[in-house]
C-alpha cells in the first residue's frame, strides 16, 4: 500500500481517485476536495483510512447512499399548475438517522444538495450526537408567494417525501428559505397523511413540539463558538469589537443577537439585494421585523435610519462584496455558499480582521480559506461553527421522544456547553495532528473519524 508523504502526494492521489461523478467546478467537489486534503495525515499514518484501503472507507463515504428525486406539481392562486423539482440526499446514516435541513431556494439543484448532505455527515458527527447525514429541498421560490401557495407548495412536496422519512429514519428540518411556517405546513401535511404525531420534522413551531430556542440556535451557537475560539487562541473576548455579519436570514439574525448581549458592536447585514452598514450599530428589532415578519428587502431600513450606508448588490465589483471591505474584528459569514472570495479575504485582511466564523455552510471560496489560514486568520468552519441548529434539533428530537418540554435556559446552557465542546474538540484534533490553530483541519478529522470508525464496525 502506498504511503502518502506530503500535500502535494494527497492532492496528485486524490485527483486519480475517482471521488464523485461531478465535475470539479462542482460545489459538491469542492466540499469532498477540502476534506480529503485536510484528513491527508490519517491516510499517511493509518492503514484503516487511506484511499486504497480494503474497507473502501473513503469511496463509500464520499457516495451518497440514495439520492431521492421527485415532480412536485402544486396549483397556484390563479389556479395554474406550477411544477418544481424535490429532492433528499440521504447521505449516510453511520451515526444515526439521516439529519440535515430542506432548503427552497430557486438556485437547488442536486449537486448543492450533496455538498450540503456530505457536509451535515461531518457536522452532525462533530456534534457527539446519534445523527447522520442528509439534506434535501426545492428549487421553489418562495419569496413573493401567498401563505396560502406556500401552504399548497408544501403539502405537495410532502405528499412524496414522506415515503422516505420517519423519526428513526430520516429527520429533516429548515435552511434557507424553510422556516417554522413552512415546517408547520410540512408536519400537518405528513400527519394528515400517516395519521401518525411523530418527530418527524424539527424546527417545528413550540407550541406544537418544537424545541425552544431552535430559531435562536445556529446564530447563538456561532457566536458561543467563536467566544471560546478566541479565548483559547488569543486570549481575547467580544466585548466592545467590531463585527460585520452577512445575510440577514435566521442564522445572521440571531448571530446578531447574540453579538450584541455580549457587548459586540455588529454594523453589517447583508441579503440578496445589497448591504447595510450601520456604524453605530445595527437596530436588530427594525430588521427583526423587517425580514422575518414583513419579508422585505434591507433597503427599507433606511425609512428609519435615512443615514446609513447602503451598497445595492450590482454597485460591486465581480468577486468581490461590500461587506467583506468594511473594517472589523470578527467577521460573520451567513447567507450562502461561496459570498467570501479570495478579494473578500484579503480585504478582511488588509483592513485588521483577525477572525472568520462561518455561520453560512461553506461560505469561503477554497482560495479565500487558503489565504486566511496562510494568513493566520482565525478560521472556525462552517461544520463545526453553525453546528448549533442541528444541535438542538438533536434536542428536539429527544424532547418529542421523551414527551418533555426543555425550558429556554436548559436548552441555551445545553447548547452553550455543546458548542465549547466542539471547539474544544476541533483545537485539541488539529494540535495532536500537527496543525495547531487550524480548525479548518481539526474540524475534518474529528468529524471523519467518528463517522468512519462506525463505518468500519458496522462491515459493509
Ligand atoms: P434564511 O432563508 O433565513 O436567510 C438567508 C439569508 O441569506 C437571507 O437574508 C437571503 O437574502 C440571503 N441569501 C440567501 N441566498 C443568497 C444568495 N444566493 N445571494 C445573496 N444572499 C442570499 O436562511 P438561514 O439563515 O437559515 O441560512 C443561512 C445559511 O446558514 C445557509 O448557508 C444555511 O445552509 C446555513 N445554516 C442554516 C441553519 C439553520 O438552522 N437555519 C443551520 C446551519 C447552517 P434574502 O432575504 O434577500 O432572501
Ligand atoms: O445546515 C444545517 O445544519 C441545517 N440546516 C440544520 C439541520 C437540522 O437538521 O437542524
Redesign the pocket.
Known sequence: MRKINSIEEAKEEIKKFKISDCAEDDVFFQALEEVLLSIYPLFKSGELYTLSAKNAIVKRLVMPDRVIKFKVAWLDDDNIVQVNTGYRVQFNNALGPY?????FHPSVNEGILKF?AF??IL??SLTGLP?GG??GGSDFDPKGKSDFEVMKFCSAFMTELHKYIGPRVD??????G?GAREIGYLFGEYKKITSSYDGVL??KPFFFGGSLM?PE??GYGVIYFTRKMLELEAKESLKGKICTVSGAGNVALHAIEKLLHLGAIPVSCTDSKGTLHDPRGLDLELLKDLKLKQRQSLQEYLKTHPDTEYTPISDYPKNAHAVWNIPCYAAFPCATQNELTANDANNLIKNGCISVSEGA?MPSTKEAVSIMLNKGILLAP?KAA??G??????F?MSQNAAMQKWTFEEVDEKLKATMESICEKVAATAEEYHVKGNYVDGANIAGFKRVADAMIAEGI
Open positions: 439529519k440535515g435541513g430542506l432548503r450540503l457536509e451535515q457536522k452532525n445523527i442528509a439534506k429527520v429533516p428540518a429548515g435552511d434557507i424553510v424539527t424546527g431552535r440556535a445556529t455552510n462552517a453553525n453546528a441548529g442541528v444541535v438542538v434539533s438533536g428536539e
